[in-house]
């Protein structure tokens, strides 16, 4: 199994699911110690650009820059930000951008291996 694989796997991420399954969203902004999403975001990066190469990796860059300011939007809401919108449709577009994001990887990844 790869890093990239390892960091999906439906094992590790049941773990958050599991701890956040009882938890509603009550609307306010979530306080994370030393920015742990964005230190795992920086991490997934990291691991796309060393697995990806081209515009493959032009395309994913521009998706996990957009990212990175949807998450900065939702973990880090400024002062100057529209208090009226509404975190659960912010979690939901989170969701499904993630969702597009594996969708080109695993189409780029199925591409690069029909051409081997």
Known sequence: MDDIDK????????INWESNAGEEDNGEAVSLKDNDVFVMFDKLVDLLSTRFKGDAAEGLEVLML????????????????DMQT??????????????????????????NSSSR
């Open 86 to 111: 509404d975190r659960k449709e912010l979690k939901a577009n989170l969701l499904e951008y993630i969702n597009e994001i594996e969708d080109l990887i695993d189409a780029v990844e199925l591409m």
């Open 66 to 81: 957009t990212f990175r300011n949807m998450l900065k939007g939702y973990f880090l809401p400024s002062e100057s930000d």
């Open 7 to 14: 960091f999906f796997s439906p094992e590790r991420l049941r």
